[in-house]
């Protein structure tokens, strides 16, 4: 018996097309339009395709992505073996980590999306969504969470970032990917990995601030900070470090707020007892702040919302970070 999957299209890329040559592409195909491209799939997979948004992925909403999360869970409740998301890949890493949060079903929930639009030369989104109905398809898939699948490359969100602003091959995972797809077959590294699943939020009223540290940084923005958000992400330089004047507001900064470190390079973890002096990971640390370890700094944001709209203590943080290493 075929799987039965389902695909909603958010917009993006994949769905983009111009209606003159001097104005640019903008969402325009629905779900079915890329059912249509696909000759023969119905040999594969039972298809069913819904147009959820028709937007730049700049443009979504945590609301919008919980509205397409629902809608998801309903598919599988209803009988499908598998579901995929198409979207714009600006925001697809953001968007496939916070789904990851909250995908508690055994079936695989697939994001995808294309680097150019169907009108372009060597456009490759709907091999992206033929690969990605092949691994929605595929028993291997189950109990793996969300996944992204992009140039034959499949990876889980935790690890997987978007390197470059045009090639077609910008998707990299630190590390190394989790599987691939080659000649139809859906490949896998590694086991299912630890997650952390966590209940839809029950409120959307928390917000997180992320600020990044540069040279000679305005710490200016801290007094609006403390009056006006919830959390404080800082994308720190190198280890997790911040500024002199950033470190000597930091308590009272934590004093209202959960505030957490990231690194603002591409690759590798913060640090946590390596250097000492005011500003270090060993300087923050003591003063109360919470490194992210191999976290990103968009994707502890993302952790720290859904934490603090769930009424989560912060122990929740940790368990996902120990999760992300063996």
Same mark, same amino acid.
């Given at each position: 018996?075929?799987?039965?999957?389902?695909?909603?299209?958010?917009?993006?890329?994949?769905?983009?097309?111009?209606?003159?040559? =001097?104005?640019?592409?903008?969402?325009?195909?629905?779900?079915?339009?890329?059912?249509?491209?696909?000759?023969?799939?119905?040999?594969?997979?039972?298809?069913?395709?819904?147009?959820?948004?028709?937007?730049?992925?700049?443009?979504?909403?945590? %609301?919008?992505?919980? @509205?397409?999360?629902?809608?998801?869970?309903?598919?599988? @409740?209803?009988?499908? =073996?598998?579901?995929?998301?198409?979207?714009?890949?600006?925001?697809? %890493?953001?968007?496939?980590?916070?789904?990851?949060?909250?995908?508690?079903?055994?079936?695989?929930?697939?994001?995808?999306? #294309?680097?150019?639009?169907?009108?372009?030369?060597?456009?490759?989104?709907?091999?992206?969504?033929?690969?990605?109905?092949?691994?929605?398809?595929?028993?291997?898939?189950? =109990?793996?969470?969300?996944?992204?699948?992009? =140039?034959?490359?499949?990876?889980?969100?935790?690890?997987?970032?978007?390197?470059?602003?045009?090639?077609?091959?910008?998707? /990299?995972?630190?590390?190394?990917?989790?599987?691939?797809? #080659? %000649?139809?077959?859906?490949?896998?590294?590694?086991?299912?990995?630890?997650?952390?699943?966590?209940?839809?939020?029950?409120?959307?009223?928390?917000?997180?601030?992320?600020? @990044?540290?540069?040279?000679?940084?305005?710490?200016?923005?801290?007094?609006?900070?403390? #009056?006006?958000?919830?959390?404080?992400?800082?994308?720190?330089?190198?280890?997790?470090?911040?500024?002199?004047?950033?470190?000597?507001?930091?308590?009272?900064?934590? @004093? /209202?707020?959960?505030?957490?470190?990231?690194?603002?390079?591409?690759?590798?973890?913060?640090?946590?007892?390596?250097?000492?002096?005011?500003?270090? %990971?060993?300087? /923050?640390?003591?003063?109360?702040?919470?490194?992210?370890?191999?976290?990103?700094?968009?994707?502890?944001?993302?952790?720290?919302? #859904?934490?603090?709209?769930?009424?989560?203590?912060?122990?929740?943080?940790?368990?996902?970070?120990?999760?992300?290493?063996?």
């Amino acid at each position: 018996m075929k799987p039965k999957i389902s695909i909603g299209s958010l917009g993006g890329t994949i769905s983009m097309t111009s209606s003159k040559s =001097n104005q640019g592409i903008a969402p325009k195909l629905s779900a079915k339009d890329f059912i249509e491209l696909l000759p023969d799939i119905e040999k594969i997979a039972s298809i069913d395709a819904e147009s959820l948004f028709a937007l730049p992925s700049g443009h979504l909403k945590f %609301e919008m992505l919980l @509205e397409a999360l629902r809608w998801a869970k309903k598919q599988v @409740e209803l009988g499908s =073996n598998g579901v995929i998301l198409t979207q714009g890949t600006d925001t697809l %890493e953001e968007s496939a980590f916070f789904c990851d949060l909250f995908w508690d079903k055994s079936e695989p929930l697939i994001l995808m999306g #294309a680097m150019r639009s169907p009108e372009m030369l060597g456009a490759e989104g709907i091999r992206n969504l033929y690969n990605s109905i092949l691994s929605a398809s595929s028993p291997n898939s189950r =109990n793996r969470g969300v996944m992204v699948v992009m =140039n034959d490359a499949i990876h889980v969100p935790r690890w997987m970032r978007k390197s470059h602003s045009l090639a077609v091959e910008t998707f /990299c995972s630190d590390g190394k990917t989790h599987g691939f797809v #080659a %000649e139809g077959r859906v490949e896998y590294f590694c086991p299912p990995l630890q997650r952390v699943v966590l209940p839809l939020p029950s409120c959307l009223c928390k917000k997180i601030f992320l600020w @990044e540290q540069t040279l000679d940084v305005d710490i200016g923005v801290l007094d609006w900070v403390k #009056a006006s958000v919830d959390g404080l992400v800082i994308s720190g330089f190198g280890a997790g470090h911040v500024s002199l004047e950033t470190a000597q507001r930091l308590k009272e900064i934590i @004093e /209202c707020m959960p505030v957490i470190i990231a690194t603002r390079t591409t690759e590798g973890p913060t640090a946590y007892s390596t250097y000492g002096y005011i500003g270090s %990971e060993i300087d /923050c640390i003591k003063q109360g702040a919470m490194m992210a370890g191999y976290l990103s700094a968009k994707k502890a944001r993302i952790l720290l919302w #859904a934490i603090l709209n769930n009424n989560l203590g912060m122990k929740y943080f940790q368990d996902y970070l120990d999760k992300m290493i063996y």
